[in-house]
């Protein structure tokens, strides 16, 4: 083999070698940047969406594009504020969902509004606030997937998850 053909093959297999090395690198910084900072919602609960139905904590329905607390909404919440008062350990997860009308990020802000309203109210009940977390789920997450105004009801809601027994 000549002198220039080997110094070709040579310079090959270095631009592969080189090649293959960046590209990894390019590789591993997507993909960290693609991983996840804040724990996935599996993470964090240990039940399933609306588990607080096994202590007995009532779900809590809401009117159309609203975040204000119904006078039923605020007896249901005497009722779960004194299950919360009487299990000191339990900690809960509060999830504010829509109905499926409206734009995803308008539907995100009023889930979380009414997520907030549920932990203010509970808070003022004597419910210790380190022991709430709230997230919305907005309309992604609906109960009932018809298009009728008793599915719609039915997904406006703040319902509550166990995340720590």
Same mark, same amino acid.
């Given at each position: 083999?000549?002198?220039?053909?080997?110094?070709?093959?040579?310079?090959?297999?270095?631009?592969?070698?080189?090649?293959?090395?960046?590209?990894?690198?390019?590789?591993?910084?997507?993909?960290?940047?693609? &991983?996840?900072?804040?724990?996935?919602?599996?993470?964090?609960?240990?039940?399933?969406?609306?588990?607080?139905?096994?202590?007995?904590?009532?779900?809590?329905?809401?009117?159309?594009?609203?975040?204000?607390?119904?006078?039923? =909404?605020?007896?249901?919440?005497?009722?779960? =504020?004194?299950?919360?008062?009487?299990?000191?350990?339990?900690?809960?997860?509060?999830?504010?969902?829509?109905?499926?009308?409206?734009?995803?990020?308008?539907?995100?802000?009023?889930?979380?509004?009414?997520?907030?309203?549920?932990?203010?109210?509970?808070?003022?009940?004597?419910?210790?606030?380190?022991?709430?977390? &709230?997230?919305?789920?907005?309309?992604?997450?609906?109960?009932?997937?018809?298009? &009728?105004?008793?599915?719609?009801?039915?997904?406006?809601? =703040?319902?509550?998850?166990?995340?720590?027994?």
């Amino acid at each position: 083999m000549s002198a220039s053909v080997f110094r070709t093959l040579a310079l090959i297999v270095a631009l592969a070698t080189a090649l293959s090395f960046s590209g990894c690198s390019k590789k591993q910084k997507a993909e960290e940047e693609a &991983t996840p900072t804040a724990p996935t919602v599996e993470e964090n609960v240990l039940g399933d969406s609306d588990s607080g139905q096994a202590l007995g904590l009532q779900t809590i329905h809401f009117p159309y594009d609203s975040f204000v607390l119904s006078s039923e =909404a605020k007896n249901n919440l005497k009722s779960n =504020a004194a299950i919360l008062k009487d299990k000191t350990s339990v900690k809960i997860q509060i999830e504010g969902h829509c109905d499926q009308r409206g734009g995803i990020q308008y539907n995100i802000a009023l889930g979380e509004k009414r997520a907030n309203a549920v932990k203010r109210y509970l808070q003022d009940m004597g419910v210790e606030g380190s022991r709430i977390t &709230t997230i919305s789920y907005g309309k992604e997450r609906p109960v009932d997937g018809s298009f &009728t105004e008793e599915a719609f009801s039915k997904n406006r809601r =703040a319902n509550f998850v166990i995340t720590s027994r």
